[in-house]
């Protein structure tokens, strides 16, 4: 707990002042009025003898305007301390998302994003918790301070009844809070499972799927894998909250007698005249608030489960910190001359099968290079080799002759404007997914959109550029996938305009047909000539105006050469060439 208070500390240190502060003297006051009701109480027989202008009608008086004061003032220290819990609890959750975002942002190479253990920490440290964490503690911390503070009043009046309650309510929060500590490390181990029903849930909202969905008949099919995932999930834990039932009733008995013992040594203590009315009342009511001793039992959880963040986000952090990431302290290089590719190896972590086995090829500054080859040919890998999201795992590949290895990696990848089959897509506004972070003007965005053939795509929004690209928010766009990918091919052009020195399109067509996909690629060559441009494809009738072309297949470089050299060898691309033209003739004659 020490660890989640120096973290909200860390956080924001005036709010955090708020909140223990008032988390402390918060439950003072109820036990100021329950001290004022016994003056008030023990006043009534007097004032009913003497009437109101007796003194003890002026105690009565002065009774009820204390209580009417401290009424007042827990109704102000309260709101402070529930309002001072909840912004406490926002500010922790975005701080831990903050902390996500950086250590998944502050790694160079990708191949974290994909790992399952690092999801599993990722989501365990990000669970839905977190909000309730101060308010968790504060109800713990109240409830303490208000059960002590109640027996101590008891202790008054009645100390052997005050030491049994005070006893048995520490013996039966000590176990309340051992069970909610298991519950919680019950829930961190189901982690995965969670995360699989969790995403089945995310698939059943998202208005991405809706359609085929419905078509498909998917719903009631989701629906019983949620709940199959969910239960199975949960099962640990529910069997955990079932046990100890034995150890309950022996708890709730220890409670029931110490309860019996206190009031009645009160109710004697009250008949032999030894405590007078007032006594009485101050006394019974203090039994009652010794219950805080003990706790909450869902203030006990809200607790715990918070708390398994704050490890998880530690082992989050070292996973990413230890685990190795690309490497490099040079500048990017100014392409002039050629980048190489030299007998490049590459294998996935946690695979034993090389998706990359000794590919060769070189791409000249300022020319167009297609690369080829069937699907699972190897080369949306090779393109990220080449922009330096991941490093070879044998071989290198180097840009005028310096090793990429050596770079710093960020600096390089900056040099580098991408579009790939999956266009990244924001749901902020239109000038963001083209500008991102930097300041672009709308001329220019406008440019790059009319060369990207999307204008009339931008024309069409009601907003603008401010134009939300998500149905989602109001006055929101919704556009096609070939839509998205002409903006992205515009997001391109605006990153070469900043300064990339190299374009890649790596299938950025999926969305259209072979024809719109060969005048797309006509269309870049002729808008990027002079620029070094990498093409990928699996379609070979489309890239034939490349001014080198290289063939991939099983990780392999099998040919390469121009379209025409290639025709003449009467390869592998001259045979995938003249399959696909053929269709592509036929389509056309259609």
Known sequence: MAAAVARFWGIARGLTAVWLLTTVTGPMVPLAVTAASGRVVGAVPDVVTNGFDSPAGRRLVVGLGVMAVLAMLGVFVDSLRWRSADLLGHRFRADQGRRIMAAFLGRAGIDHADDPAVQDAAAAADNNWLRSLPEGLMNVAGNRVNGYGGALLVALYEPIGALALTLAWMAGGRWKWRRAVEDAKANLGQVRALRRSTATAELATSPHAAKEIRLFGLGDWLGARFAREWHTAMAEVWRLRGGGVGVGVGVFALLLGAHALAVTRIATAAAAGDLGLGSVAVALQAVIATRGIGGV??????????????????????????????????????????????????????????????????????????????????????????????????????????????????????????????????????????????????????????????????????????????????????????????????????????????????????????????????????????????????????????????????????????????????????????????????????
Do not use: C
């Open 297 to 590: 039992p869902w203030g006990f959880h809200e607790v715990q489960y918070g708390l398994t963040a704050l490890p998880a986000m530690a082992r989050l952090e070292a996973v990413l910190a230890e685990a190795p990431d690309l490497e490099g302290t040079g500048p990017a290089p100014r392409l002039a001359g050629a980048i190489r590719v030299e007998s490049v190896r590459y294998r996935y972590p946690r695979s034993d099968r090389d998706v990359l086995a000794g590919v060769d090829f070189e791409i000249p500054a300022g020319t167009s290079v297609a690369i080829v080859g069937d699907n699972g040919a190897g080369k949306s890998t090779l393109v990220q080799l080449l922009a330096r999201l991941r490093d070879p795992t044998e071989g290198r590949i180097t840009v005028d002759g310096t090793d990429l290895v050596t770079v710093v990696p960020t600096a390089w990848q900056e040099s580098v404007a991408a579009v790939s089959q999956r266009a990244l897509r924001l749901p902020l506004s239109a000038r963001r997914n083209l500008a991102g972070g930097r300041h672009v003007a709308d001329e220019r965005l406008d440019e790059a959109v009319a060369d990207a053939k999307a204008a009339g795509i931008v024309d069409a929004f009601a907003g603008g550029w401010d134009t939300p690209l998500s149905r989602e928010f109001t006055g929101g766009a919704d556009l096609s996938g070939g839509e998205w990918q002409r903006l992205a091919l515009a997001r391109a052009l605006v990153a070469l305009e900043a300064g990339a020195q190299v374009l890649v399109l790596d299938e950025p067509t999926a969305h259209l047909d072979v024809r719109a996909e060969a005048d797309l690629y006509d269309h870049f060559l002729r808008l990027t000539r002079g620029r070094t441009t990498i093409l990928v494809s699996h379609r070979f009738s489309t890239v034939r105006r490349a001014d080198r072309i290289v063939v991939l297949d099983r990780g392999r470089v099998v040919e390469q050469g121009s379209h025409d050299e290639l025709l003449a060898a009467g390869g592998r691309y001259a045979a995938m060439f003249t399959l696909q033209a053929s269709r592509f003739a036929e389509i056309g004659d259609a």
